[in-house]
């Protein structure tokens, strides 16, 4: 149930018969004594209240550039930049739909009766077959939906305006000091630019961009938002706030980035309990291990309690040389495994059999220990303590969400 992105616009009806069912979780009257609600039903109102706020705030930020459109319109501009409209739109948005379950060793551990035949699924993208690659995808993926690429807003209209009525209109879209920090007019005044003369045109303006350093630190502070841009955020949201990003580890020292906030703020889910998630799968985890040595296949240590890296492991025993992790912020760590062994195969065919013989014997002892249920059971009560933890915040956050966007609907039948 670990948070995902905003999901796709749901009606919103029965908004008010969840905030009543979600109030269970905790429930108390003077009349009556406390009563738990069961954990599964406290798990469904969870979701239910995540996937709440993510149609909240989908239908909120798709709003935004209507009531933006609307300030445009009443100061005379009746052709729009569409793409610029629609730009502060939420990125990222999860078209999969609402909260999903999800587990480590769905990555790596597969289930008995598709072992036999897929193994862990790594043989077959050594084949190159693009049939045999989608059909194992499908049998994994069965519910996922089918990828809709969408399409860019048309924007002839716009593009047929003179540069001065473009000009115009970016102006009252974000005002001055934007236009001047972005050098907007310039670059519509020569939408033709070459590289080299983009790159002239950055360095004659960047000295000014340096004027907020101090003994070599440097400071990145964007103009704050104008024109409807502006009147859009204050109407909704009120005054925008500066505020320092937090950076990330090996950032130059000294830089501070700045931004404008304005929307309501998510509340940060906490950090994955794994020492808990450990402790509660140590059993099973040890069992699973020893059912693996005892057919063989011995020398794994399990990483943040729940993965293998069993990806890794079969992309050396394929490409017959060491792995190497991807490098980069967030990338992937060396974690620990077995040698392969000495009289392994070298051909193909016979590397796929050592694959699929692994993936049945670890399915069936995941099985014979009841691993995958261990598992489950640890990372949903880590993750109903971490969500009931923000429950609060996050009806706050929600009632932020109805404001902006009560705001918002009556601005537009005005």
Known sequence: MRRSPITPLRTAAGAAALLTSLAALSACTEDAPEQEQPEEEARVDLVALLDESDRLAKELYE??????????????????????????????????????????????????????????????????DDDLITEYHELRYPDEPEVVEEQPPDNSAFEALDVEDQIAWYTAFMGEERMTYEDRAWMLQHPDASQEELDERRSAIEPAEDEGSVEGDMEIIPPKPGGCELSTIEALYGEPQLVEEEMEEGVEPGLAIYTWKYRPEEPAVPPTDLAFIEAETREASDAFLTCATERGFGG?????????????????????????????PGDEVAAPMPEAPADLPE??????????EMAVAFAECADEVQYREAVMAAVDAEEL????????????????????????QDLLQA
């Open 63 to 128: 709003i935004e550039p209507e009531v933006t459109r609307t300030c445009l319109e009443d100061a005379g501009f009746s052709v729009h930049d569409e793409t610029a409209l629609h730009q502060v739109m939420v990125i990222g948005v999860d078209e999969a739909g609402p909260q999903e379950h999800y587990y480590a060793f769905q990555d790596w551990l597969p289930e008995s009766e598709t072992a036999a035949e897929w193994g862990f699924g790594q043989w077959i993208w050594e084949t190159g």
């Open 347 to 356: 051909d193909f065919e016979g590397k796929k059999a050592y694959e699929i």
């Open 300 to 328: 794994w240590e399990f990483q943040d309690g729940t993965w293998l890296p069993l990806p890794q492991y079969f992309t050396e025993i394929y490409m017959g040389e060491a792995y190497e992790p991807l490098e980069g």
């Open 385 to 408: 303590a971490a969500y009931t933890a923000i429950e609060t915040e996050l009806y706050a956050y929600q009632d932020g969400l109805r404001e902006a966007l009560k705001t918002a």
